[in-house]
């Protein structure tokens, strides 16, 4: 009888103990990761995996213990009873299978034989190192205007630039990105930040992102080499396959591009802690700079230049006399020209024709039509009956444009000033993302402001103008602001133009310094140098209030202009004003101008003073800036 209970207690310890470690094994990072789960707010964790049949067990996708157990047995289930192999859960779960032998809690008798889809897909992609790629800002596509990342498999360890452009080709490239439903923009917005779209991830050949992003929208690539051992890479590879079984609901400030390309790389490694560590709202380059924040997780940056920038870049090595037969090659699109020309000289302004017809045409280059497709062909002929070597040229890498070095996505501002209506005030601001004219260019786009929810808030002790005592008043809030200046310059103009919403206080005397919605739109030419931008704009903008008319709206159509002076790192000074004929409407014309001086004397901190007058009103501030 004794012996009986002292086995009985032996087995209900040896139980308590293997359920105590199987609960210690489900609330570990590393499970956690392969099954994306996050922790609730209160208490628990939810899998931010949509699919049911992610999951073994109908709670799964909120118990990781219950999950973790239901795996378990999956393995255990007679191979027989799978008509078909590749649903053999090592087949759909590679990553776990690795996890789960090496935890001990399945031994290879569990699992079947070769898994044919699975490792014909891992030997395609080949991996033996992993790079993460930001694709620079493109204003033209709503999505893409604060940049993409996505994963690079690569066939080999690489070292230098040259490698990069010799191989780089062969590798192939992970997309995490919405599958959009509706081709209507507003709705696309709300879908987009409600979670209204499958995001799914896909594997494709590398050079289609190329020629998406660097051929046909002109768009830099940075590659960051990621420090992994080939251990590592191969759990990476296994669950991208794993990433096939299901999808994820797409939010466009949350669960997007960027932060699951940091969720891949968690399952390698569960000390990074990468997706944790980015900002609650994720931007493409918050998931650069996590990676450059991890020590030694970095090894190398390359970097591929636009079609336009190489385009560019070519013209300008052009003499005069090969510039004058560049222009008439590129009108008509053959070598004809240059006939008697040295084949130096031909070969060199055939190249650099070729370089900007493939920047100019893109698109129909890319689609493979039927007369881009032959003029193409006839210069390159021509090109290879110079006998002239083409070598093969590398970009170094501009530090001050690297994105990781840019400052914060997000700007705290506190400042104070004085109103000659209101009187004295103090200001708080706060801006979303991402940049505009005055914030320093090291790692932005010098040619674009693109800001979203820029709130300013004013508080007056006396309302002077009301007769108040204090108030706090909305001065402005900027849903969206963009500029986007496409510079004057010989064979490379596109047409500059500005887009902004939301709500301002309106202070040209339209209205008794009323609080309005509404929107502005403009486009026109600019200019830009080493030391300074400028643009001319003919703008439009419409506001709503019931005090501005007896419509309660008003349109205003004028000129807009700005000037901007900067040194190469920190100070910013410029000149702006605008002009608007305004109808219908009390006040029938009104302008604005002013200047603002900005040092950014570390690259978190800036102090901003400006001065703006407008009809019937006058603004100083001074302010003080943080960004994060």
Known sequence: MKTALLLLSFLFLSNSLAQSSLEEIAYSKKWLNLLHYKKNFFSGYTSEADEPS??????????????????IKSFKVSKSEFKDSSKRPECRFPARTRFLLNEGLINKNHIGSNCEKFEKFKNKVNAKSISIVFSSYFLDTPASAFGHTFMRLNKSVRNSATEDQNFELLDYAVNYSATVTTSNSLLYAIMGFAGGFKGEFAAMPYFYKVREYNDYESRDLWSYDLN???EEVDTVVAHIWEMGQTYFNYFYLTENCSYHMLGLLDVANEKWDLAQRNPTFVLPVDTIKTLKNTPGLIKRIGYRPSKMRIAKDSVSKLNKEQEELFKVVIQDKNADSLKGLGNADKAKVLDTAIDYLDYKYSEEILLEKKEATKWKQDLLISRSETGIQNTEKTYPIIERERPERGHGSRRFTLGAG?????GFYQTLSYRFTLH??????IGQNPQATMEMMNLKLKFFNKDELKKED??????????VNVISLSPIKKYFSNLSWKFNAGLETIKDSGCAQCLAPGFEV????SMMGKYFKSYFFITTDVDLHKELSKEGARLGIGPEAELIFNTEESFKLGFFGDYKWRFP???KKTYRYGSRLRYTFIPSMAVTVEWVKEKRSNQSEASLSYYF
């Open 585 to 587: 409407a009390h006040e």
């Open 418 to 422: 004085e109103d000659d209506k209101r």
């Open 522 to 525: 403009g486009g026109g030419a």
């Open 54 to 71: 992610f999951f073994f067990h109908t709670e799964g996708k909120s118990n990781p213990l219950l999950e973790l157990e239901e795996n």
């Open 470 to 479: 204090s108030k706090v008043i909305i001065d402005s809030l900027k849903v």
């Open 228 to 230: 992994l051992t080939q």
């Open 436 to 441: 505009d004219f005055y914030d320093s260019d």
